[in-house]
Structures are given as structure tokens and as C-alpha cells.
């Protein structure tokens, strides 16, 4: 009789545990939404308008991957930020300065050199001390960026790294270092690409701000991010719009924001298959990344793509950010009965 008591017991507990458990990341009892934030630098402006609409549809977004500049608003959107805010950040931001580590203390200087760095009018353009490794070319280090990222996320509406509004800075990033990406308010992954294995790394933990720098090093442009043997650039060289990396952490749904304004068309040839070339020259000729974007294109539930042509990823003036945060909400519109439809499906 006992021994049926206790079993009886441990069933109501049990139950009780059950009732009351918070649901994991992605069991909302419904179907989940991702959403694919493609790579374009400055065009990413139109990623903040697109995201308007979808707010105002009022369309929940249970997981988030992004590429490059896709990474750097996936990522501050995974924390709490929202379009207002982005489009704040990316109306007011001295994008070039801070992109190209321009030292705004020398910027009315025709020539200086400082701390072994020579600079034109602020912009670095050589440094005495040059890396003699091969293949870390770059010129810029980006570094003004990863602080700026650093602060932005510390800085977030969610508060998700300061415990108390008396944590310091230094003490919230500590806990950043260690940021396990699916436990963020809304889970996140973002894509960088391994210039030594010529394969992609999708980021899951770590420090944020150091993974969306890695994701966004432009090679040529920045330097890469160094983690352990791993030498990584802009995910951009591998996976451009990583809806595959969004439906592997659990999305039903996927909703796909293209910035690419060239259409590219696979190539069958592969030197590695052929002649058992490997590296650079078979990835040059076989272009992996143009497989992997076509195969995400079609794999999207929803693709918008803004129209973009005559901006590039370097148009990050006042007047050209303004116009394409305006050409993504435009465009987000016309897509306003799809987000609509989503939101049905997802709420059944």
C-alpha cells in the first residue's frame, strides 16, 4: 500500500514539474519562424526597413542567423534591439570612420604618423608594424568596430548582459566572452569562413561582438579574426544567406532577406573531383558559395530581396542609408500579405 502511495506521489509531481517547466528554445507549441539576414554591407539598411514591416505585421521570430553585415543586425536583434532603434544607429553612425579605424583626432591632417601608424586626413593607410604571416592580409584591423559592437550589445533594450544597472562595462563583457547564443532572447547563429580549411564555421557561443566581426571581415579589406588554428573572414566567401544554418536550429518557417543584386549560376566544374586539386584554385573555379546561395534562395519559405541596384556596400552616406532604409520598408510592404499569411500559420 505504501509502496502504491509513493508511486501515486511521484506520478502528481511529476505531472506538476511538467505543467509548470519552462518550454526549451523553439517549443512554443506551434510552428517557429527564422529569419535569414543576407550579407551586403551598407545595403543592409534595407534589412532595418524590412524588418519594420515585420514588426508592425506583429510576427514572432523564434531564431535568427545572419552573414556579415546580416550578423551585425541579427545579432543586436537577437538581444532586444528593434528597427527603430537600428535605423537610429545606422542614420546617425559615422559608418566610414568607424569601419575604416579612422583616427578622428587627425582627421584634419593631410600626413601623421602615430604609434608606428601613418595616416592621411585620420584614415590609417600603413603600419610599421606589419604582419610578415602569410595570409593575413588586410588593411584594416577593426578594431573600432568590435569595441563599438561590444558596447551596443552591453548597451541592449533587453539588458540580457548587465545583472544590475551597476555592472560595469568590463565586468558585462566578461560574461559575454562566454555567451552561449541559443539562451539569448532570441536565439542566433552567424557565419564566418575558415581561410585554411576553406570551410564555413557557423558560430553558436562565444564572445558576440568578436563572432560578427569574424563574420564581416572583408578579405583584402579587414584582417582576419583568429581563433585558435582558425583563420576567418567575412562568411559572405562560403554562405552568403544562410537559410540551411537557420532551419538546422529548428525553423519551421524561414523567412529570407537577399541584399544580393546579381544572380549567380552554379558551376559543376570542381578541380578537387577532377584532378584532386584542392584550395584556393578549386574554390575559384567551382564557387561553392554560388551553390549554397542558389540552394537557400530556393530553400526560403519567403525570399525579399529590395531592390538595390546603383547602392553598394560601401554606400554608407546619410542621404544613400535614408533611401535604402525607405526601399526596404517599400519593400517590405509589398510583401505585407505573405508576412500576414505567415503569422495565420504560425498562430493555428
Known amino acids: 500500500m505504501k509502496h502504491r502511495l509513493f508511486i501515486l506521489l511521484m506520478a502528481v509531481i511529476s505531472m506538476s514539474t511538467a505543467s509548470w517547466a519552462e518550454p526549451e528554445s523553439g517549443q512554443t507549441g506551434r510552428k ?23 514588426e508592425e505585421v506583429g510576427l514572432p521570430i523564434d531564431y535568427i542567423a545572419g552573414t556579415s553585415i546580416g550578423s551585425i543586425i541579427g545579432g543586436l536583434y537577437s538581444v532586444g534591439y528593434r528597427s527603430a532603434q537600428l535605423d537610429t544607429l545606422f542614420s546617425t553612425q559615422e559608418w566610414l570612420s568607424l569601419l575604416t579605424d579612422r583616427d578622428e583626432s587627425l582627421k584634419n591632417d593631410i600626413f601623421e604618423e602615430k604609434d608606428g601608424t601613418y595616416y592621411v586626413f585620420g584614415f590609417p593607410i600603413s603600419s610599421s608594424k606589419k604582419s610578415n604571416e602569410p595570409g593575413k592580409f588586410g588593411a584594416l584591423k577593426g578594431d573600432r568596430i568590435t569595441d563599438y559592437l561590444h558596447q551596443w550589445l552591453v548597451d541592449s533594450p533587453s539588458g540580457y548582459f548587465r545583472s544590475s544597472s551597476t555592472d560595469t562595462l568590463e565586468s558585462a563583457l566578461q560574461v559575454s566572452d562566454s555567451t552561449d547564443f541559443s539562451r539569448l532572447p532570441i536565439p542566433f547563429r552567424c557565419v564566418a569562413f575558415d581561410a585554411k580549411t576553406m570551410k564555413e564555421v557557423v558560430f553558436t557561443h562565444g564572445s558576440i561582438s568578436t563572432c560578427m566581426r569574424a563574420s564581416m571581415a572583408i578579405p ?4 582576419p579574426v583568429e581563433m585558435g588554428e582558425q583563420m576567418l573572414y567575412d562568411g559572405g566567401c562560403i554562405n552568403n544567406l544562410p537559410v540551411d544554418v537557420v532551419r538546422a536550429m529548428g525553423a519551421d518557417i524561414v523567412i529570407a532577406i537577399d541584399l544580393n543584386q546579381t544572380q549567380h549560376e552554379d558551376r559543376d566544374i570542381s578541380l578537387e573531383e577532377m584532378f584532386g586539386i584542392t584550395g584556393i584554385l578549386d574554390w575559384l573555379v567551382s564557387r561553392p558559395d554560388w551553390k549554397r546561395y542558389n540552394a ?26 535614408a533611401e535604402m532604409l525607405k526601399i526596404g520598408e517599400s519593400t517590405g510592404r509589398k510583401f505585407r500579405s505573405q508576412l500576414l499569411e505567415i503569422k495565420k500559420q504560425v498562430m493555428e
Request: glycine share 16%.
Open 220 to 223: 583584402g579589406a579587414f584582417k
Open 32 to 54: 517557429t519562424v527564422g529569419l535569414v539576414l543576407g550579407g551586403g554591407g551598407a545595403m543592409g539598411a534595407a534589412e532595418v526597413g524590412v524588418l519594420k514591416v515585420i
Open 296 to 321: 537557400n534562395r530556393e530553400a526560403a519559405d519567403l525570399l525579399i530581396n529590395p531592390p538595390l541596384e546603383g547602392y553598394d556596400v560601401l554606400s554608407f552616406s546619410k542621404a544613400k542609408v
